[in-house]
């Protein structure tokens, strides 16, 4: 595990990295994570250098893997539409997910949340991830190092969240993907497990040992088109039938 030095040093990088807007190509050898303690420590340590508020999370919990997840900070979280300045979210990365706003807390406690608990604390939208990310080249870096790095978010656009969510096919959900006015995708379901809900419990359970999760906080669950690389200029639009649409554009 790296030390309270290692770990300011690798958040550091980020930090200049983030306010500069220029990637930087990888830690140094003295900074690398290797563990997702690193990672996590590197994400809090970011987030005090930056002054940053955490407003949600993007979560990971693949079938037969262990559930990671990275912070949204607040003031990259919008309501669609949005437009984000292309060189703070390098290299404008979309995807089009279903998510979830937290309308309770679910505070820290010994024992798991369960699905119902979860379901009935909150309502459901469309929403749209910006990736961002602050390394030149990302193709070869670690969990623990895309950890470090908020899993790579860069920003998250939102429709109106939908409180009668429940009787919706998260599976089978139709989903419209558009560039630029243009059709790029049209498809029923497409998420990694099928169940985005089952990503926010393994979100509220992560985080039951430490902070909690705050009324308000959003979680965005996985995508359903695959990541879409954008160009300064466009804008994309993802519909779900039933939880509205979401709308981001890049400023050059």
């Known amino acids: 595990m790296l030390t309270a030095p290692q770990v300011a040093e690798a958040a550091g990088l980020l930090a200049k ?4 807007r220029k990637p930087f190509d990888a830690f140094p050898a003295s900074c690398v994570p290797t563990t997702l303690e690193d990672g996590y420590a590197i994400q809090d340590a970011l987030a005090e250098l930056l002054g940053a508020t955490v407003g949600g999370y993007k979560a ?6 262990t ?29 089009g997910e279903v998510a979830f706003r937290y309308k309770t807390d679910l505070p820290a406690r010994a024992t798991d949340y369960t699905r119902e ?20 080249d990302h193709s070869k870096k670690t969990v623990f190092e895309r950890l470090a790095d908020n899993n790579f978010n ?35 379901g497409g998420h990694p497990t099928g169940d985005p809900l089952g990503v926010a419990v393994a979100l509220a359970n992560m985080l039951r040992t430490g902070p909690g999760i ?16 954008l160009n300064p200029g466009d804008v994309c639009v993802v519909r779900f039938a039933g939880l509205g649409e979401a709308q981001v554009g890049f400023v050059p």
């Not at 990971?60 to 893997?65: N, Q």
């Not at 920003?155 to 790029?184: C, K, M, R, S, T």
């Open 60 to 65: 990971i919990a693949p079938k037969d893997g």
């Open 154 to 188: 860069g920003g998250f656009v939102h429709a109106a969240p939908v409180a009668d969510w429940q009787n919706l096919d998260l599976a089978n959900i139709h989903v419209v993907l558009e560039v630029n006015g243009a059709v790029v995708l049209e498809q029923k």
């Open 17 to 20: 990295a983030f306010q500069a």
């Open 214 to 229: 705050k009324a308000g906080q959003f979680c965005t669950c996985g995508t359903y088109t695959g990541l879409k690389f």
């Open 67 to 95: 559930p990671t997840r990275g912070p949204l900070y607040a003031s990259m979280i919008r309501a669609t539409p949005s437009r984000f300045p292309a060189a703070a979210v390098r290299p404008c990365g979309v995807e």
């Open 117 to 136: 608990e979860v379901a009935a604390a909150v309502e459901a939208c469309a929403a749209i991830e910006v990736v961002g990310i602050r390394f030149a």
